[in-house]
């Protein structure tokens, strides 16, 4: 019912705006490009309103705060909506919401303790609301992840929340009847009056689940639903304070555009994001069911996104004064070299891949009673393990390495380093404990984890470039004849430098094996005859002649059907001068 309300509402609504002219006209610092409706919110709360009222849930005290708090922001987003607001009066109005909202939490005793937890609940409360109205930055973005937290929330805290899971059931089916509308390319906004309602609820039911539960986990849990609006308010904040730039100024810098500016589609760009937030609400259900297993899951799920933002912070935004503030800073020689020269970063991951391993490696080896009788050598053992595996690791090169570079080739590197922290490591366990209450089987283990983590995030940077570089649309598809040495360069050149402005998507070439399908990750789609096939089944905007052995009459014909077809066609000169 919520989802048919609100689609219909969307539709009405989209309609009396265009004829009263409430639209949001294309801005600098706007990510549209045409005049588009507002007020969407509307829609949304309509949606809730008339599935709660048929609903009818017997127990309606606990929905009234989440109620009045939708509508009080609601309120404050459609003042805003018409006469905007500064970025510090939005976040105090959803304060004081907040401040209301803590005083219904009866959880809360009257206690100093507990007094500071209520002022982090208010906090949080405001955070979290005003992350998702900085998340609407882009078609379907905030509508679609508050779906999916809206659900995680629902299932995660069903026991704490009891009656307000009526209220995360309607909001979600409400946002995804508005996404009928919102999707790329959005007909109407959902609106301030629309986001800061949407986070109110999100925040209202993440604060009420966690402090009835009253625990860390809870809070943790909370945390990784709402990843993807926590995520970009803070990758987006720490950003724009690097760059010398106002953190409360709206621009494109968000997530979102940078996944954009790096290669994707918007609609993919929008949907790598959905599936960060499914990643963390599968990942806090997982908690919820059993901790113990899920926690190292939970550190690797943090690790990749923290690797997803390091390589999103390389995605310029800000043109020649993305990190302007850092290297203004008086400690900025310190901080170049803790980060260039001792990889700083780079050694504070690998403590936390080799800590999560060693767990993961007792976790697959015993269960049970077992496992809780090897827990206390885990622990008794784990600053040794670190300290022994950083050492071989540092050793061995590793950190003289490049992860842009980062191949096959270095992968000697890791065995290397990895083979000998575990010989350091089995040797200074057995002089310190006789290797008494250890396994073997659990440092072969770790082992295998440990080189798959090492070059799995050392690779990541290159991987994720390569998946954006092939989903480009901002980049000529291009085709390039010839698939030896010279092909081969060729294109892992233009799948390296995005300032070439070209994606490899076919190598032709008329000698290579029918069995051979890909080259460097570039599929052999086939030979001569097939050239003007292929140019019209992958949109081929320019050939390249990557040999000077190819000419004479076969250079000939690719010229004539590429001429014929008005595609380009260009030679790679190589000389030494």
């Given at each position: 019912?919520?989802?048919?309300?609100?689609?219909?509402?969307?539709?009405?609504?989209?309609?009396?705006?265009?004829?009263?002219?409430?639209?949001?006209?294309?801005?600098?610092?706007?990510?549209?490009?045409?005049?588009?409706?507002?007020f969407?919110?509307?829609?949304?709360?309509?949606?809730v309103?008339?599935?709660?009222?048929?609903?009818?849930?017997?127990?309606?005290?606990?929905?009234?705060p989440?109620?009045?708090?939708?509508?009080?922001?609601?309120?404050?987003?459609?003042?805003?909506?018409?006469?905007?607001?500064?970025?510090?009066?939005?976040?105090?109005?959803?304060?004081?919401?907040?401040?209301?909202?803590?005083?219904?939490?009866?959880?809360?005793?009257?206690?100093?303790?507990?007094?500071?937890?209520?002022?982090?609940?208010?906090?949080?409360?405001?955070?979290?609301?005003?992350?998702?109205?900085?998340?609407?930055?882009?078609?379907?973005?905030?509508?679609?992840?508050?779906?999916?937290?809206?659900?995680?929330?629902?299932?995660?805290?069903?026991?704490?929340?009891?009656?307000?899971?009526?209220?995360?059931?309607?909001?979600?089916?409400?946002?995804?009847?508005?996404?009928?509308?919102?999707?790329?390319?959005?007909?109407?906004?959902?609106?301030?009056?629309?986001?800061?309602?949407?986070?109110?609820?999100?925040?209202?039911?993440?604060?009420?689940?966690?402090?009835?539960?009253?625990?860390?986990l809870?809070?943790?849990?909370?945390?990784?639903?709402?990843?993807?609006?926590?995520?970009?308010?803070?990758?987006?904040?720490?950003?724009?304070?690097?760059?010398?730039?106002?953190?409360?100024?709206?621009?494109?810098?968000?997530?979102?555009?940078?996944?954009?500016?790096?290669?994707?589609?918007?609609?993919?760009?929008?949907?790598?994001?959905y599936?960060?937030?499914?990643?963390?609400?599968?990942?806090?259900?997982?908690?919820?069911?059993?901790?113990?297993?899920?926690?190292?899951?939970?550190?690797?799920?943090?690790?990749?996104?923290?690797?997803?933002?390091?390589?999103?912070?390389r995605?310029?935004?800000?043109?020649?004064?993305?990190?302007?503030?850092?290297?203004?800073?008086?400690?900025?020689?310190?901080?170049?070299?803790?980060?260039?020269?001792?990889?700083?970063?780079?050694?504070?991951?690998?403590?936390?891949?080799?800590?999560?391993?060693?767990?993961?490696?007792?976790?697959?080896?015993?269960?049970?009673?077992?496992?809780?009788?090897?827990?206390?050598?885990?622990?008794?053992?784990?600053?040794?393990?670190?300290?022994?595996?950083?050492?071989?690791?540092y050793?061995?090169?590793?950190?003289?390495?490049?992860?842009?570079?980062?191949?096959?080739?270095?992968?000697?590197?890791?065995?290397?380093?990895?083979?000998?922290?575990?010989?350091?490591?089995?040797?200074?366990?057995?002089?310190?404990?006789?290797?008494?209450?250890?396994?073997?089987?659990?440092?072969?283990?770790?082992?295998v984890?440990?080189?798959?983590?090492?070059?799995?995030?050392?690779?990541?940077?290159?991987?994720?470039g390569?998946?954006?570089?092939?989903?480009?649309?901002?980049?000529?598809?291009?085709?390039?004849?010839?698939?030896?040495?010279?092909?081969?360069?060729?294109?892992?050149?233009?799948?390296a430098?995005?300032?070439?402005?070209?994606?490899?998507?076919?190598?032709?070439?008329d000698?290579?094996?029918?069995?051979?399908?890909?080259?460097?990750?570039?599929?052999?789609?086939g030979c001569?005859?097939?050239?003007?096939?292929?140019?019209?089944?992958?949109?081929?905007?320019?050939?390249l002649?990557?040999?000077?052995?190819?000419?004479g009459?076969?250079?000939?014909?690719?010229?004539?059907?590429?001429?014929?077809?008005?595609?380009?066609?260009?030679?790679?000169?190589?000389?030494?001068?």
């Amino acid at each position: 019912m919520a989802f048919a309300v609100s689609a219909a509402a969307a539709g009405a609504v989209r309609t009396m705006a265009l004829r009263m002219g409430v639209v949001v006209p294309p801005r600098p610092d706007r990510w549209h490009r045409a005049p588009t409706p507002t007020f969407g919110g509307i829609a949304v709360v309509l949606g809730v309103g008339v599935a709660l009222a048929i609903a009818g849930p017997r127990q309606v005290a606990p929905i009234v705060p989440i109620l009045a708090v939708a509508l009080a922001l609601f309120a404050a987003g459609s003042y805003d909506d018409l006469v905007p607001m500064s970025a510090l009066t939005k976040m105090v109005s959803s304060l004081s919401v907040a401040a209301f909202f803590a005083v219904t939490l009866t959880t809360f005793q009257v206690t100093p303790w507990q007094a500071l937890l209520t002022l982090v609940a208010i906090v949080w409360f405001g955070f979290i609301d005003n992350a998702i109205n900085l998340l609407d930055n882009i078609d379907g973005l905030a509508a679609g992840v508050s779906a999916i937290a809206a659900v995680a929330l629902a299932v995660v805290f069903h026991a704490e929340l009891g009656a307000v899971v009526f209220v995360l059931g309607a909001l979600a089916g409400a946002l995804l009847g508005f996404l009928v509308w919102n999707r790329h390319p959005a007909r109407i906004f959902m609106g301030n009056c629309g986001s800061l309602a949407v986070g109110g609820v999100l925040a209202g039911c993440a604060t009420l689940g966690v402090a009835r539960a009253a625990s860390g986990l809870a809070a943790a849990m909370a945390a990784l639903i709402l990843i993807v609006p926590i995520f970009d308010t803070t990758f987006v904040i720490l950003l724009r304070r690097l760059a010398g730039r106002s953190t409360t100024r709206g621009n494109i810098d968000h997530t979102s555009h940078r996944l954009v500016s790096a290669g994707f589609s918007e609609t993919k760009a929008v949907a790598l994001l959905y599936v960060l937030g499914l990643g963390g609400a599968g990942t806090a259900y997982w908690l919820r069911v059993n901790p113990t297993a899920a926690w190292p899951v939970a550190v690797v799920f943090l690790v990749a996104v923290l690797m997803f933002g390091l390589y999103l912070a390389r995605v310029p935004a800000y043109p020649g004064q993305d990190f302007q503030a850092l290297q203004n800073a008086p400690f900025a020689p310190l901080l170049s070299d803790l980060t260039f020269r001792w990889h700083a970063g780079e050694v504070l991951l690998d403590l936390a891949l080799i800590a999560t391993c060693y767990y993961a490696a007792y976790r697959m080896r015993f269960d049970g009673e077992a496992l809780m009788n090897f827990l206390p050598s885990f622990a008794a053992s784990l600053p040794a393990i670190l300290g022994c595996q950083l050492a071989a690791l540092y050793l061995s090169g590793l950190y003289s390495r490049m992860w842009s570079t980062f191949g096959l080739h270095d992968l000697s590197t890791v065995l290397r380093g990895v083979g000998g922290g575990l010989v350091l490591s089995v040797l200074t366990i057995t002089y310190v404990y006789k290797f008494e209450r250890f396994s073997r089987a659990v440092f072969l283990i770790d082992a295998v984890l440990l080189v798959v983590a090492i070059v799995g995030t050392r690779l990541s940077f290159r991987i994720f470039g390569r998946v954006a570089a092939r989903n480009s649309t901002q980049k000529k598809r291009v085709a390039i004849y010839g698939a030896g040495i010279r092909g081969q360069m060729l294109a892992r050149e233009m799948q390296a430098h995005g300032a070439w402005g070209r994606n490899p998507v076919a190598f032709l070439d008329d000698a290579r094996p029918a069995q051979v399908r890909r080259i460097v990750g570039v599929p052999v789609r086939g030979c001569l005859d097939d050239l003007e096939a292929i140019i019209r089944s992958q949109r081929i905007e320019e050939v390249l002649i990557s040999s000077p052995s190819i000419n004479g009459s076969v250079e000939a014909r690719v010229r004539e059907v590429c001429a014929a077809l008005d595609v380009p066609v260009r030679r790679l000169y190589l000389d030494i001068r």
